[in-house]
């Protein structure tokens, strides 16, 4: 099955600093996506990469995807203390359901 | 900005009870989703629901669950039978098209519902 896997695991940076989270998958994606968690919270929609694309940009994130390696990357550039939360990537194959991974806990410090 | 709204966000339940978590998607959003998220693990895909009915689902997913979306506005995930490991943070999701190679948009996730099986 097809799987979101995120590394690192933990990431801890100081304030305008940028923030490198990484994700790989097992199988064929229609489109990759990057979910926020504020602890105990909803998931917060980031960005959504398709397939056939391999770089986007949203305000403060860059997202690439790598469909040869099976990789995507997320951005965070001039982190701020409010972007602390875990972060996940979701990968969605041919029927349009979700697989996450097991989420990069990001912490910036003041 | 729309919001995904559930009810109730935190239920404390007997073990072999049934519960009912709630749920309003967007209004003009087409597919509803549950998710289930176990402390400390995965988020983990239950059930997909597109024009009254179940599109997909996972090995989750068995008779003990129900969903059903009883009026033009709220979508139910019902529990028959509750059990220890039933214990986790239940999101509800929505989304305006079914997301695919040829879409931008991501799914709308509620603030959940945390179960606690006792």
């Known amino acids: 099955s097809q799987q979101g896997e995120e590394d690192p695991q933990a990431l801890s940076i100081q304030e305008g600093e940028n923030a490198t989270m990484n994700c790989s998958y097992k199988?064929?994606?229609?489109?990759l996506q990057w979910y926020r968690q504020n602890s105990g919270r909803g998931l917060v929609h980031l960005i959504l990469i398709r397939s056939n694309e391999r770089e986007k940009h949203s305000g403060r994130l860059r997202v690439t995807l790598d469909t040869s390696k099976k990789s995507s990357s997320l951005l965070i550039t001039a982190s701020r203390a409010a972007d602390t939360a875990s972060y996940f990537c979701?990968?969605?194959?041919?029927?349009?359901?979700?697989?996450f991974g097991k989420g990069t806990m990001l912490l910036v410090s003041p | 900005e729309p919001e995904v709204t559930q009810t109730p966000s935190h239920q404390v339940t007997q073990m072999g009870q049934e519960v009912i978590l709630r749920c309003v998607p967007i209004s003009n959003h087409l597919y509803f989703y549950w998710y289930r998220q176990i402390l400390g693990q995965k988020v983990e895909f239950l059930v997909s629901?597109?024009?009254?009915?179940?599109?997909?689902k996972s090995e989750i997913f068995d008779d003990q669950f129900s969903v059903e979306r009883p009026d033009g506005s709220n979508f139910t995930l019902k529990i028959r039978s509750t059990k220890l490991e039933d214990s986790a943070m239940y999101f509800c999701?929505?989304?305006?098209?079914?997301?695919?190679?040829?879409?931008?948009?991501?799914?709308?996730f509620g603030s959940g519902t945390r179960l606690t099986v006792v």
């Open positions: 999701a929505s989304s305006k098209a079914r997301t695919g190679w040829d879409s931008n948009y991501g799914y709308t």
């Open positions: 629901f597109y024009n009254n009915e179940i599109s997909e």
């Open positions: 199988t064929s994606i229609n489109n």
């Open positions: 979701a990968t969605e194959g041919g029927y349009s359901t979700l697989t």
